[in-house]
């Protein structure tokens, strides 16, 4: 025979059963331990089924008493779950809130983008133009032979630019170049005639440092042969320049002399009422076109050195070379 189960029994168990489950509610934290407790309840093989399973032992009649008290305590479990839920989902938000709330009147912390250095965007200004016109760009090395700096370009042994006072030797025979003037052989090796060409570089000398002299500085050089160039060339090219970089300022040229350029000449360009020397240029001595295995009688050419910082610093309207090395956040912040 099997046990017998009272009406009574299984009220109380019910009975039981619905305290245990309204404190095990109260005490869930989570929405994955209220869903296990649902299952663990009213799931199938939950605590409210293994009670019903019982109510088969009961008289008929008591039957539906047991059933409408299992469905009161079903009602009062979800209704006590989802309330739960609610409470629980709003704690786990507020507390996500407050873990990624963001303070928008902390002072910012702020670093300033680069750019570039004056010297370099007038460089960069000056070979544009000369792109413009149909030049190419070359680069030589810093550190030269006596033959690139000096031989080559017709500067006689004893010339003052070799002397120890200009140039920095290093000791093995080489040195480093006094001007970017060295480009226009080392391109002439590789590249016949007709050229156009500029290169642009940092050139030393041993100068003492004052408002206008550094003795790092920077030289864009110009070379152009082909057949049949004349000064009117030269004198377009260099005017041309001259005036998409600075506009419509005065240009005159000065006879001058250069070893490498017979006839040579020094512009000079009027801004703020002075004439302010900006460059040296001439034609290609017919010796450096000798000396490069190039027939002077078929090839003629021009050549033209100019100074970077002149340019950036009338440019600019800065009054000391030194400042465009010391690297003053204040002053570099202006361009
Ligand atoms: N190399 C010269 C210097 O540094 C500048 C120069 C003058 C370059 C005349 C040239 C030129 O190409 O034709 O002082």
Redesign the pocket.
């Known amino acids: 025979m099997s046990a017998t189960v009272s009406l009574q029994q299984l009220t109380d168990q019910l009975e039981h059963l619905e305290a245990e489950a309204a404190q095990a509610i109260a005490a869930a934290t989570t929405a994955t331990e209220l869903e296990d407790l649902r299952v663990g309840l009213l799931g199938k093989k939950g605590k409210l089924s293994g009670v019903l399973g019982a109510m088969g032992k009961l008289p008929g009649d008591e039957r539906p008493l047991v059933g409408q008290r299992a469905n009161v305590l079903k009602e009062q479990v979800q209704s006590l779950m989802a309330e739960r839920l609610a409470a629980v989902k709003g704690a786990a938000m507020a507390k996500r809130i407050a873990a990624e709330t963001l303070d928008v009147t902390a002072p910012a912390s702020f670093t300033p983008p680069g750019h570039r250095h004056p010297l370099i965007s007038t460089t960069e200004e000056i070979v544009d133009i000369f792109a413009g016109l149909g030049y190419r760009v070359s680069e030589g090395p810093e550190i030269e032979t006596d033959y690139y700096n000096f031989s080559a370009l017709n500067i006689p042994e004893h010339h003052p630019a070799r002397d120890m006072q200009d140039t920095f030797y290093l000791g093995d025979g080489r040195l480093l170049r006094?001007?970017?003037?060295p480009v226009?052989i080392r391109y002439l090796e590789t590249n016949p005639p007709p050229v156009r060409v500029i290169a642009p570089g940092r050139?030393y000398r041993r100068d003492a440092v004052d408002a206008t002299h550094s003795p790092v500085f920077h030289?864009v050089?110009?070379?152009a042969i082909d057949e049949g160039l004349d000064f009117t060339h030269l004198r377009g090219t260099v005017t041309t320049f001259l005036q998409r970089f600075f506009g419509d300022l005065p240009v005159r040229f000065r006879a001058s002399y250069?070893p490498?350029?017979e006839p040579?000449a020094e512009v000079d360009v009027q801004w703020r009422g002075r004439w302010l020397e900006v460059?040296?240029?001439?034609m290609?001595d017919p010796a450096v076109l000798t000396g490069m295995g190039l027939d002077p009688e078929r090839w003629s050419g021009?050549?033209?050195?100019?100074g970077v910082e002149r340019f950036c610093m009338v440019r600019h309207g800065i009054d000391d070379i030194r400042r465009l090395y010391t690297s003053d956040q204040r002053f570099l912040d202006q361009f």
């Open positions: 006094t001007h970017t003037s226009q050139v030289q050089e110009v070379l250069f490498f350029t040579s460059m040296g240029c001439g290609v021009f050549a033209a050195g100019l």
